[in-house]
Antibody
């Protein structure tokens, strides 16, 4: 069974940093591209970033470029999102999701940016 | 970037109704489109992939159609458990984009 479990969310002050993790199991992690998708409270889904299976290709939504860094460790079956210079508008549930066509999702981790 | 325009943004329907939701892409995306269902406090669940293929385990009352720029999700006979928010997603380009969502509410 495919499982994706996010962690690392919490309360952070504006301008602060946070690192999210996503632990994958139930499939061969190293064969799949991965994504981060977020959802602000009461709002729709917003794609954040994608990384290819070998980390050769990385993409970001414009509003995250230069502030967020996606990475992965295939030996640890883990995906990461380093978030710097956080703003109030980054407050959201952050989901990791598998594959270029986004088939499986984790349960999400809440990031709250507030003073 | 490809924009996805989803309509309506909300609708009210009764159990047993036929419901149709539409997504329009700002440029052709072949059939690189998925539909998701999301219930409050839960992660989205994929219902349809490749525009018209039913995800394993999803009831057959859900169907998808379309190609290019116009796509439709149809629920043939709305059930109580179908009241949720639905999203389309295009994955034709590396910059993924979601539709704005359709909230299906009880009439």
């Amino acid at each position: 069974e495919v499982q994706l479990v996010e962690s690392g969310g919490g309360l952070v002050k504006p301008g602060g940093s946070l690192r999210l993790s996503c632990a994958a199991s139930g499939f061969t992690f190293s064969r799949y591209g991965m994504n981060w998708v977020r959802q602000a409270p009461g709002k729709g889904l917003e794609w954040v970033s994608s990384i290819s299976s070998s980390s050769s290709y990385i993409y970001y939504a414009d509003s995250m470029k230069g502030r967020f860094t996606i990475s992965r460790d295939n030996a640890k079956n883990s995906l990461y999102l380093q978030m710097n210079s956080l703003r109030a508008e980054d407050t959201a549930v952050y989901y990791c999701a598998r594959n270029g066509d986004v088939d499986y999702w984790g349960q999400g981790t809440l990031v709250t940016v507030s003073s | 970037d490809i924009q996805m325009t989803q309509s309506p943004s909300s609708l009210s329907a009764s159990v047993g109704d036929r419901v149709t939701i539409t997504c329009r892409a700002s440029q052709g995306i072949r059939n690189d489109l998925n539909w998701y269902q999301q219930k409050p406090g839960k992660a989205p669940k994929r219902l349809i992939y490749a525009a018209s293929s039913l995800q394993s385990g999803v009831p057959s009352r859900f169907s998808g159609s379309g190609s290019g720029t116009e796509f439709t999700l149809t629920i043939s006979s709305l059930q109580p458990e179908d009241f949720a928010t639905y999203y389309c997603l295009q994955h034709n380009t590396y910059l993924l984009t979601f539709g704005g969502g359709t909230k299906v509410e009880i009439k």
